[in-house]
């Protein structure tokens, strides 16, 4: 079975600029949360989707924003961005989104760097 | 405030030897916690996590974990490491109600020597 994937690997783009990444989530997982993980840090949870919805909102600008997909796919999209937003976006699925002991399942993330 | 803290940045240890990676976390509620393992240039992986019951936690590749509620401890432990447990290893606490928010603490990269 295919595990969370995301796309793209890599990523490099200026300050000011807009970027999306994209998560799939394994087969039959409806939540998906997204994580940023600046280098020597642990990962910062950003958002929460389940069922489409957003369930959790991290500590993180209005620059960033997300959306669910019908098929349970997410998107997180940063605006306007700054140097300070170079880091590793990690996405992670679970079976469903309202219980705290899931499993978190993490893809292999994107590596943004912003020149 | 929900909070985890890694009392170690960086573990150096020979092979087969045994090592402890330590985890405090502080929450107002019951929490749920996990220990995942980053190798280089690729996603988190979950090695255990302790919802309830005993608090001596077995995972994946020999480790374990025990849970101390009064010390609001969640140690990891490995009697003997091997150089492919070279890593990065994050401790992280859900509170319970709070659906798939994870808090991570800020890593132990755990580097095992010949």
């Known amino acids: 079975d295919a595990g969370v994937t995301q796309s793209p690997t890599h990523l490099i783009k200026t300050r000011g600029q807009q970027v999306t990444l994209r998560c799939s989530p394994i087969?039959?997982?409806?939540?998906v949360s997204w994580y940023q993980q600046v280098l020597g840090q642990g990962p910062q949870f950003i958002f929460q989707?389940?069922?489409?919805?957003?369930?959790g909102r991290g500590n993180f600008p209005d620059r960033f924003s997300a959306r669910q997909f019908p098929n349970y796919s997410s998107e997180l999209n940063v605006n306007a961005l700054l140097l300070g937003d170079s880091a590793l976006y990690l996405c992670?699925?679970?079976?469903?989104?309202?219980?705290?002991?899931?499993?978190?399942?993490f893809g292999p993330g994107t590596r943004l760097t912003v020149l | 405030a929900q909070s985890v803290t890694q009392l170690d940045s960086q573990v150096p240890v020979f092979e087969e030897a045994p090592v402890e990676l330590r985890c405090n976390y502080s929450?107002?509620?019951?929490?749920?916690l996990f220990w995942y393992v980053q190798y280089p240039n690729q996603g988190l992986q979950l090695l255990l996590k302790?919802?309830?019951?005993?608090?001596l936690v077995k995972g994946i590749n020999g480790f374990e974990a025990e849970f101390n509620k009064s010390q609001t401890s969640f140690h990891l432990r490995k009697p003997s490491v091997h150089i492919s447990d070279t890593a990065e290893y994050f401790c992280?606490?859900?509170?319970?109600?709070?659906?798939?928010?994870?808090?991570f603490g800020q890593g132990t990269e755990l580097s095992v020597k010949p």
């Open positions: 992670a699925s679970s079976i469903s989104g309202g219980s705290s002991y899931n499993e978190q399942f």
């Open positions: 087969s039959g997982h409806k939540s």
């Open positions: 989707y389940y069922e489409k919805e957003e369930r």
């Open positions: 929450s107002s509620v019951s929490v749920y």
């Open positions: 302790y919802l309830s019951g005993s608090t």
């Open positions: 992280a606490v859900s509170e319970a109600n709070q659906g798939g928010k994870l808090i």
